[in-house]
């Protein structure tokens, strides 16, 4: 069935969309299977961000003349763009900052500053990235608090049985990642925030990851904090979202301070502007917020129905292919996954694999993915790591394969 | 270049069976690599006697790169005195490091010149000189833990 909804996909037009897949690497085509790590991006974000610069380029919210005006709208349009984009409420819940790292050092710094205490605790899980494990560790060990951690399966699948024991009344955060940057888990958000919200603990959800190949709807998920970054959703780097719940935001004290974020200033004292101006200190990323919105609109073209099934019949392919290899076993078997094909091989260290098949145009991450208590839980010091996107073929996992053979032939 | 001159089979040879890969005995100076790119750690292991090293080994986990760096640097740096030592770190240091294209002094560095290539991948620069850095920070002992960043 999924091979028949996958034709209605078409990958053909997606990639003419992509003006970097049209090339050569060491004089083969490129494939380019490292989409965790940052993912191409279409024409039309180019093109929108060339235009921002060529035509209105000017700061925003402080100007009375035209090109501010123009540059203030398209700044405020993005913004719009990524509320409709997670389904969620309000677009003054909206924050725009660089990344998803960013987005969780924020709420550490603001929402943990204010509300986690000696004795308190963090509950985060074993399959997070650095990112969503050093800033917790960060205000923990600031105000004497303590990091806790939901383990996961050799599948790679978090422990459920466990959640409820581990959510406790000093429980201040729980912080998860929404999809695996190492596994391609697909977490159980829903389930998670009934429980954390049973506790009365807010959810703070790591989507880096998820963005570029599902539907997020921060509403259905039930989450209070849903943090991503634009350059893996398409556009550019240095451009990112944190969304928050409303009533969190405004309690939250300010992040850095500076201009933008203030509505009055005297050496005595400060009022601080509104959400969520309030959390964006200084000219913010004008050009790449625009770039974000352009990326918001290419994925709004897509059928995010069709793209699924395609990207899902390609892991499965993937997965079937990779198993056939002999000596590679595939780390990370959860039963929902998304996009990541991460291997080790007999024999083989995973940059040792990566050298080899740069040489054959193939681009693939290895190393430990930030993630170096999940490779220790895995048994293994650092993975190859395939990560699919939209534009990526069957006929690219066949490339990548064969390449994997070569490998073998070297390393015999 | 051909990956072949990359992956020779000296270095093949070396990853897949490693020189010295135990802890001697005795041992009295040691130090800890870590490259947090990837993840690898080496250990290395000498007995110093005067100013010579008597003995050296290595333990820890790594690309064939790293691996054969370190099994071959062992076999090298056996009963030479610290002072050759050093020497043998700064060829090795200027040949991994050289641009690409720039003609480089290997006569001194014996079987070691096979590692040349590692130049033609920036990348992996870090993994053939994880060993030597370790093996510098144990003859120093200054500090017991490196980091090629």
């Not at chain 1, 422990?159 to 409820?164: C, G, N, S, Y």
């Not at chain 1, 929404?178 to 959810?203: C, D, F, M, Q, Y």
């Not at chain 2, 080994?57 to 050093?86: P, V």
Request: hydrophobic residues 45%; contains cysteine; aromatic residues 6%.
């Amino acid at each position: 069935m999924s091979s028949k909804l996958a034709t209605a996909f078409d990958v053909q037009k997606v990639r003419r969309d992509f003006p970097i897949l049209n090339q050569l690497i060491h004089g083969k085509p490129l494939v380019y299977l490292d989409n965790a790590a940052t993912t191409q991006k279409p024409r039309v974000v180019i093109d929108a961000m060339v235009r921002s610069y060529a035509e209105e380029n000017a700061n925003i919210h402080r100007g009375v003349h035209l090109l501010s005006e123009r540059a203030t709208r398209a700044y405020e349009e993005a913004r719009e763009k990524v509320r409709a984009f997670l389904s969620a409420p309000d677009a003054r819940e909206v924050i725009f900052v660089r990344g998803t790292t960013e987005a969780i050092n924020l709420v550490a710094q603001t929402f943990g500053r204010a509300n986690i205490g000696k004795g308190d605790e963090v509950l985060i899980t074993e399959m997070e990235h650095h990112s969503n494990i050093v800033p917790w560790q960060l205000i923990c060990e600031e105000k004497g608090a303590q990091l806790k951690v939901i383990p996961i399966t050799d599948e790679g699948e978090l422990r459920m049985d466990l959640v409820d024991g581990l959510l406790t009344d000093r429980t201040r955060m729980l912080a998860v990642v929404h999809v695996s940057n190492s596994l391609g888990t697909i977490n159980p958000i829903t389930t998670l925030a009934e429980k954390a919200h049973a506790r009365g603990v807010p959810v703070l959800v790591d989507g880096a990851q998820a963005v570029a190949h599902m539907p997020v709807d921060v509403q259905a998920l039930g989450c209070d904090f849903y943090a991503f970054s634009g350059h893996k959703l398409f556009g550019p780097t240095g451009i990112g979202v944190l969304w928050g719940r409303l009533p969190l935001l405004e309690k939250m004290p300010p992040y850095q301070g500076g201009g933008d974020m203030i509505s009055a200033v005297t050496f005595k004292k400060t009022t601080y502007n509104v959400v969520p101006n309030k959390f964006e200190a200084g000219t913010p990323n004008i050009v790449g917020s625009i770039g974000l919105g352009a990326a918001i609109d290419y994925m709004n073209g897509i059928d995010f129905a069709a793209m699924q099934a395609y990207e899902n019949d390609l892991l499965a392919y993937g997965t079937r292919a990779l198993t056939a290899v002999p000596g590679v076993r595939i780390i990370g078997t959860a039963a929902r996954k998304a996009s990541i094909l991460s291997f080790v091989m007999d024999d083989v260290h995973p940059h040792d694999i990566g050298t080899i098949l740069d040489q054959e145009g193939i681009a693939i991450r290895t190393g430990h993915h930030c993630t170096q208590p999940l490779m220790e839980r895995m048994g293994v010091p650092a993975t190859a790591r395939a990560s699919l996107a939209l534009y990526n073929t069957k006929e690219e996992i066949d490339a990548l394969v064969k390449a994997l053979a070569r490998v073998r032939e070297i390393f015999a | 270049m051909d990956l072949r001159e990359l992956y020779q089979e000296v270095i093949l040879d070396h990853n897949k069976r490693p020189r010295n890969f135990r802890v001697p005995d005795p041992v009295n100076r040691k130090a800890e690599g870590y490259n947090p790119l990837c993840g690898d750690k080496i250990t290395v292991f000498l007995y110093v006697e005067g100013d010579t090293i008597k003995d050296l080994g290595f333990q820890g986990t790594g690309c064939a790169i790293s691996k054969a760096s370190a099994s071959m640097m062992t076999d090298a740096l056996k009963g030479k005195t610290l002072a050759e030592a050093n020497a043998f770190f700064e060829q090795f240091h200027a040949m991994v490091t050289a641009p690409a294209n720039a003609d480089v002094k290997t006569d001194a560095l014996g079987k070691l010149a096979v590692l040349s290539g590692v130049r033609e991948y920036p990348m992996r620069v870090k993994c053939a000189s994880l060993a030597w850095h370790t093996m510098k920070a144990a003859m120093t002992a200054e500090h017991e833990v490196v980091s090629t960043e």
